[in-house]
């Protein structure tokens, strides 16, 4: 059977209302991941959210006093008109990557539970590095499906979605060969049967 395009599904969530819950069960990681980032966030500086869904991340970065600018892109329509329901003062593109740029650069990249979506991820990360980040800038993604996530295993069948399963090991040097220093790598917001989200974070240096 063909695979289903992610934002195809995703739309469909949208439309159901799914979003929400995605929201509340990324809570935690993301919280984790923000609070990593945080001293490090300057008074003005610029943020994008990759994948961002109905838009929720964008708006507790707007919230922060020292963010000038926010922006947040996404493949599905679905989600990019609730995210532009909710705020219409946030600039939301929907598109596809990695065919699409930003015609800026950013201070901080963010992204929650989208880069497996990719069929090369470690690719996209020389593009954010090349492309999408200020000198001095940080980038930051979560992600809940890996090879050490033996329970993610099943969720490309079971969804009929194309998802790129890569190590820690891997996905750490995919940062180190974009050119990404300074690197962190996390496992954040783990339970009982949650091994936790994979954080990983990189900085390019001015
Ligand atoms: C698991 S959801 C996460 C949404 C949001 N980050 C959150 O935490 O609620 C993954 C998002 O990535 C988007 N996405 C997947 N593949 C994409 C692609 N090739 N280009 C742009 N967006 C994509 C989907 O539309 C979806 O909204």
Redesign the pocket.
């Known amino acids: 059977m063909q695979k289903r ?3 195809d ?3 469909e ?2 439309m159901i209302g799914k ?1 929400e819950g ?2 509340k ?2 809570f935690n990681s ?1 919280n984790e991941m923000l609070s990593i980032v945080d001293l490090s966030l300057k008074k003005g500086f610029s943020a994008i ?6 838009g ?2 964008c708006r507790r970065l707007s919230n922060d006093e020292r963010c000038r600018k926010v922006v947040g ?4 329509e679905e ?1 990019i008109r609730k995210a532009k329901s909710f705020d219409s003062n946030i600039d939301f593109y929907h ?6 740029k930003p015609n800026e650069k950013f201070d901080l990249i963010h ?4 880069l497996y ?2 069929k090369k991820p470690l690719d996209m990360l020389k593009e954010f590095y090349e492309y999408w980040i200020t000198p001095g800038g940080i980038f930051i993604a ?1 992600i809940d499906f890996y090879l050490e996530n033996e329970d993610s295993h099943s969720w490309p069948e079971r969804l009929n979605v194309h998802m790129t399963k890569l190590s820690i090991d891997e996905w750490e040097k995919g940062l180190m060969n974009a050119g990404f220093k300074n690197i962190e790598i996390h496992q954040v917001a783990s339970t009982n049967d949650f091994i936790g989200t994979l954080v990983l974070k990189g900085e390019k240096l001015k």
């Open positions: 395009l992610a934002t599904i995703f739309s969530w949208a979003d995605m929201q069960g990324h993301v959210d990759v994948g961002c869904g109905n929720w991340v892109i996404d493949g599905s989600m598109a596809l990557l990695p065919e699409w992204s929650m539970e989208f979506y990719l979560g």
